[in-house]
């Protein structure tokens, strides 16, 4: 049944590009249905294989495709695909609900929505290296015209760096996979027969490079990220979601699922150590932490509210790149964890800076914001960014605490100093959101006169049905696997044992 | 009541009542004394269930995220449940004193109802995943009540608060982080149990490397900035002085206790070898608690300051008892026992009085200000037992308590601190001594200032209590007096617990 979900975002895609111009409302609710749909198929697919053992991928579709070359059409699933299809299935219905304002072009803008939301189904549910790939590149397309076509801030920029990074990044992941199936001398680009095929370890000790940094780059890995600030914040509200909410999580899930799985031996030590850096492995981990701690230190400098969050995305991905290089249960478990989580968070977060509060003030200057008394004029705004705040830093309750949690239980089993420099990241996560929420509604900016008339003769509207339904649905989630993480552990926990076993570790 | 899971219930019933709160506007104040009302029998009804033997009750036990060392685990010794009493008490009180929010009630009361629930949470958690999401949790509507309804620094001091408290919660749970990633576990009876044996320690140098003193002084730099402890205590007067009076009933009278709680049930029972190792410094830190804070009251021109740094003061005892018990050696005879008993009963009850006297000062703190328009300098007052004389004899009788006067509740603690601190610490307690004379010097100027003299313009007309008032305070003073003068209405149930955590205490 999962596999429907990516047959119906296709078809939904293509339905909402057949419509006729001009009916935006059929538009919208077309894609509702569609993406509420979708998150139907991946709740059932989630309950479906509660108490079966998750660690077995299920094959929901194999079919031959290109037989000369062995490629198949083959989806499955692990528990890890479950959680991550999930998400998607919940970032496209908060997507399609904080798009309800769109009036330009609203079924283009919604045939490119659910055509990337259809490639990153695709891509969680694809056991075939060919297949994945393209996938992937399926997904990269819309995000281009999403941002070119809907953006603001530079948006022509922003769209192209994206793009590039992606293509780049794609270039890489190609030349990797291309050569370990020259490499592996077997007939097939299926995930489980490559990994099977004992590649020469001199192999995948330059394979694992080149294919980790291909897929990090989506992830936001330091020093590769700066695509995703620039992004993010000229991408429309949905896109941003998208972006930090799940396409993000693309590479991070081909690092874990291609990289790590197909050239496990590519983390081994180099046999040599230069400054405390002796394989892959630590490069990674360095990279890693510092783009906890420098997404961080950026996001408290920024002036630009989106800009906090854009940055906050590279320092919270970090956490996740540091997880899966930890290489232990308890790591690797938390990183798949900090995808949901993080997936669900900055969404939240971009709904209400990029949605909700700039609709309604035209502004994204903190500095302007300050003045505005937003904690009176948008008190649902205000209280769903403190609690969005709130699970962001990673404080108890929240998925986000529950994630990093144990990746930092992770990086110290692995190595400490890791969790001492990511623990930094974490003091100054806090500092960021803080700031960035007490400058954008809770200042104490004197209330004058003119000001009181000023807001009084211009009041921000009220919010609407999508807005509050998308907020609670998000901020809902969080605080459910916050407060029961269970849910998810016992889907990941079993798929991230086989994986990590099945990488000879 | 077996079968009902009553401290879930209790630490729920405020998240509902809040829940309501937040939609009756008008109405939020009375939706939160009944919820307040409700929880102080409850609490109550704990109280009377607890074991006898001392050890752990009530608890109920579920699975939760068992991969990670998570656990429902919930449960309540003397100790526990006293905090439990003393927070529905204090927050009922602070709700009576609250009366006159005419901006955004409902949010208010929602804010202090979901503070109660975190300190319910954090009393009666024996996990520490559960323990720290309620310590937390009570953090968050802390702030804002300071943010939104406090002073004219109101800004800066919610957000000193809140960094200072932030980061001794991240010291606090990297120092989980290590124990976790030792010993696998997170469950405070079970680390407990680990560390009497001195496994504890092995496991995390096994682990980790020779840590375990680090972790230690993680732990403790978590809670001294919570209770507070010298020299973490600089965010507190600003904050005690700009949070609305009510709010300010609530930080002293439970928040502080949060604190001392977590020292008692977290940092001695898993690192008191540890402590007991930097004895000597942690004893002239609680010193000088005792004594800064004293000093620093008499110096003070705004009333809530000089509460506040009395506060410290009287804080700082139960630092030094604490830190005294913390003997790493023995004397060799039963007096020691008898010492570190004493020491630490007078501990628990010293919470739980200056929890009471305390919120009692700055609800009449909170009066004052009602009826002169907001004047609280202490040079602002003068001969108030003229006009309103049941005022004065009510104030008279929280500063006496305050003072430690015999026959009311704030004597039996510090007594029964210094009886015990004395024999285990004769320096310190002798120092400290210089603590109370100066408190009792603060006290008696208050008493001296605003009581009597001339009365100035602004005072004129002071009204005495209204009927009202009256009812809502005599409980309170009544209290002082019952456990001043019954001080084995709680004693006969702590001791058992005292007796009960130092069998499993390792120094």
């Known amino acids: ?505 | 009541m077996s079968g009902i899971p009553v401290l879930t219930l209790l630490t729920v019933l405020p998240l509902v009542g809040a829940a309501i709160a937040l939609w009756s506007g008008k109405h939020a104040r009375g939706v939160a004394i009944l919820t307040t009302g409700a929880c102080v029998a409850l609490a109550l009804s704990v109280w009377t269930q607890l074991p006898a033997n001392g050890s752990i009750g009530l608890v109920e036990v579920h699975k939760w995220a068992p991969s990670l060392g998570i656990e429902y685990h919930l449960g309540v010794d003397g100790l526990g449940a006293l905090m439990l009493v003393l927070s529905a008490i204090v927050t009922l009180m602070s709700v009576d004193a609250a009366h006159r929010v005419h901006h955004q009630p409902g949010l208010y009361f929602g804010l202090v109802l979901v503070l109660e629930s975190g300190l319910f949470g954090s009393f009666t958690a024996l996990n520490f995943f559960h323990w720290f999401l309620f310590w937390e949790l009570s953090l968050i509507p802390a702030f804002f009540l300071i943010k939104l309804w406090g002073g004219t620094k109101r800004g800066p001091a919610a957000t000193q608060f809140f960094v200072y408290t932030m980061a001794g919660s991240v010291a606090l749970l990297v120092a989980f982080l290590a124990v976790f990633v030792a010993t696998r576990s997170m469950d405070f009876p079970h680390l407990t149990l680990l560390a009497s044996t001195g496994e504890l320690e092995q496991m995390v140098t096994a682990h980790l490397g020779p840590v375990t003193m680090w972790l230690a002084v993680g732990v403790l730099a978590g809670f001294a900035v919570k209770v507070p402890m010298f020299p973490f205590h600089t965010w507190l007067p600003a904050a005690y002085a700009e949070a609305p009076s009510p709010v300010t009933m609530l930080l002293t009278g439970a928040m502080s206790k949060m604190g001392v709680y977590g020292l008692l049930r977290i940092a001695i029972p898993l690192f008191g070898h540890q402590i007991a190792q930097m004895r000597t410094p942690l004893l002239v830190l609680a010193v000088a608690t005792v004594v800064m804070g004293a000093w620093a009251a008499a110096a003070q021109k705004d009333l809530k300051r000089v509460f506040a740094y009395s506060s410290v003061n009287h804080l700082g005892y139960c630092l030094l008892g604490i830190f005294a018990l913390a003997v790493p050696y023995s004397l060799g005879d039963a007096g020691q026992l008898a010492s570190q008993a004493a020491a630490l009963n007078g501990v628990i009850l010293q919470m739980f009085n200056h929890g009471v006297t305390a919120a009692a000062l700055f609800w009449f703190v909170a009066l004052l200000q009602q009826r002169t328009g907001g004047h609280r300098g202490i040079d602002d007052f003068g001969g108030l037992r003229k006009p309103a004389p049941v005022f004065a004899g009510l104030m008279g009788i929280a500063l006496f308590s305050s003072l430690g006067l015999p026959g009311l509740n704030g004597f039996v603690g510090e007594f029964l601190i210094f009886r015990g601190v004395f024999s285990l610490a004769w320096v310190a307690s002798t120092v400290s001594i210089l603590g109370l004379l100066v408190t009792a010097a603060v006290v008696l100027t208050v008493i001296q200032k605003v009581f009597s003299g001339p009365v100035p313009e602004h005072c004129k007309g002071f009204p005495d209590l209204h009927t009202g008032e009256r009812m809502a305070l005599a409980p309170v003073i009544g209290l002082m007096l019952l456990i001043g003068l019954l001080p084995q209405l709680i004693v006969n149930s702590v001791n058992p617990t005292v007796q009960n955590l130092l069998a499993h205490w390792r120094f």
């Open chain 1, 1 to 505: 049944m999962l596999a429907w979900t990516i047959y119906l975002s296709f078809a939904g895609a293509l339905i909402e590009a057949l419509l006729p111009k001009g009916k935006a409302a059929l538009a919208r609710w077309v894609a509702l249905a569609v993406a509420v749909s979708g998150l139907a198929l991946a709740v059932q697919g989630f309950v479906a294989a509660m108490g079966s053992d998750q660690g077995v991928r299920t094959v929901i579709v194999d079919a031959a495709w290109v037989p000369a070359m062995g490629v198949r059409f083959l989806l499955a699933a692990d528990g890890i695909s479950r959680v991550l299809v999930l998400l998607t299935g919940l970032a496209a219905v908060a997507g399609v609900l904080f798009s309800w304002n769109i009036e330009l072009r609203t079924n283009e803008f919604f045939a490119f929505f659910l055509a990337l939301i259809g490639g990153v189904y695709g891509v969680f549910l694809s056991f075939d290296l060919f297949l994945l790939f393209v996938f992937y590149e399926i997904a990269i397309v819309p995000k281009y015209f999403l941002i070119a076509i809907w953006g603001s801030t530079r948006r022509e920029y922003a769209a192209m760096k994206l793009a590039l990074y992606s293509f780049v990044g794609s270039a890489m992941v190609l030349i990797g996979l291309l050569a370990a199936y020259a490499a592996s001398g077997s007939h097939s680009t299926g995930l489980i027969a490559l990994g099977n095929a004992n590649l020469p370890i001199g192999f995948q000790m330059w394979a694992f490079p080149l294919v980790f940094v291909g897929f990090g780059i989506l992830a936001g890995m330091w020093p590769f990220h700066t695509w995703a600030p620039t992004g993010h914040v000229a991408a429309p509200t949905a896109a941003s979601m998208l972006l930090a909410g799940v396409v993000m999580k693309l590479g991070a899930y081909g690092c874990l699922r291609v990289a790590i799985g197909l050239f496990p031996q590519g983390l081994d030590p180099w046999g040599f150590s230069f400054i405390g850096v002796g394989s892959w492995r630590d490069v990674f981990a360095v990279l890693a932490v510092a783009g906890i701690v420098y997404g961080a230190l950026v996001a408290l400098a920024q002036t630009n509210f989106k800009f906090v969050i854009g940055y906050s995305s590279v320092s919270h991905m970090g956490f996740v790149l540091l997880g899966l290089v930890t290489l232990n249960q308890i790591g690797v478990t938390g990183a798949v964890l900090q995808m949901f989580s993080h997936g669900i968070i900055a969404g939240l977060l971009f709904a209400i800076v990029g949605r909700i509060v700039y609709e309604r003030t035209h502004t994204r200057q903190l500095a302007e914001l300050e003045t505005m008394h937003l904690s009176k004029r948008l008190p649902f705004a205000a209280w769903a960014f403190v609690i969005a705040g709130i699970a962001s830093m990673g404080l108890p309750g929240f998925s986000g605490f529950v994630a990093e949690f144990q990746v930092l239980v992770g990086a110290w089993i692995a190595k400490p100093w890791w969790t001492l420099a990511a623990g930094v990241g974490i003091v100054v996560g806090v500092a960021y959101t803080w700031r960035a929420m007490q400058k954008a509604f809770f200042s104490d900016a004197p209330q004058t006169a003119h000001s009181l008339e000023q807001e009084h003769a211009h009041p921000l509207a009220a919010l609407t049905w999508p807005e509050i339904t998308g907020t609670v649905l998000l901020a809902g989630v969080s605080l459910v696997v916050g407060l029961y993480p269970k849910i998810l552990l016992d889907a990941i926990e079993p798929a991230v044992k086989t994986l990590l076993a099945g990488g000879g570790r």
